[in-house]
């Protein structure tokens, strides 16, 4: 009987995890197709400005993406209401940011990336297979800190877990504006959005 408990709950966390990932993904590039007529905008602050083009910081930018398995790995680990919680949310807040992105198209000019090394061609690559919109809110930030809210301060995850996942959080946003994949404004919409997203999963009991 365990066993088969067992084998019902990888079915289920497998299931979820082929619901999510379509999901994301389809909210972040299908709704690139969808425009109506308006548009791009361009919310450039003076901060944005003043951040220089750094390269380097595609390290973190490219490794957000296995951060984001190893998330949901943990939360597997550590606590299944946890992880339906999480869940939750991030379907809310995927729905949420593809309304936004057909509704308010935002687009951003990127710097020449022109040159040799690693990080610049990371950069290229990144910029080939990624076109510069759907930027408000920012999917990386929004989902690096619905993480790092799934977590924060629950005493079943280790504290260096948690702040590791902190520290890890707000280097995404760091990386998304010196590779200048988004503008200062799309890292708050994804922190309040997530922030949301978790607060109405949490009183709707949907973990």
């Known amino acids: 009987m365990e066993r088969q408990n067992r084998k019902k709950k990888r079915s289920e966390i497998i299931r979820l995890f082929c619901v999510l990932l379509p999901v994301m993904l389809g909210s972040y590039f ?6 109506f007529g308006y548009g791009p905008f361009y919310p450039q602050l003076g901060i944005d400005r003043a951040v220089p083009f750094f390269p380097p910081f595609i390290l973190i930018y490219i490794g957000s993406f296995v951060s984001w398995f190893a998330g949901f790995c943990m939360l597997v680990r550590y606590s299944e209401a946890d992880l339906y919680e999480f869940s939750a949310a991030a379907l809310l807040c995927f729905a949420v940011s593809a ?12 710097p020449d990336a022109s040159g040799s090394g690693l990080w610049l061609w990371l950069v290229r690559f990144i910029y080939a297979v990624d076109t ?10 929004m989902l690096s800190w619905l993480y790092y809210t799934a977590i924060r301060g629950k005493k079943a995850y280790p504290a260096a877990l948690r702040i590791g996942w902190l520290i890890f959080a707000v280097l995404v946003f760091a990386s998304t504006l010196f590779v200048k994949q988004h503008y200062f404004v799309d890292f708050l919409g994804a922190v309040a959005l997530a922030e949301i997203g978790m607060w109405i999963s949490r009183r709707r009991n949907w973990g």
């Open 99 to 110: 309304a936004v992105y057909i509704l308010y198209p935002v687009e951003i000019v990127r």
């Open 30 to 35: 299908l709704t690139k197709w969808i425009r």
């Open 132 to 141: 510069p919109q759907n930027l408000f809110p920012s999917m990386h930030c």
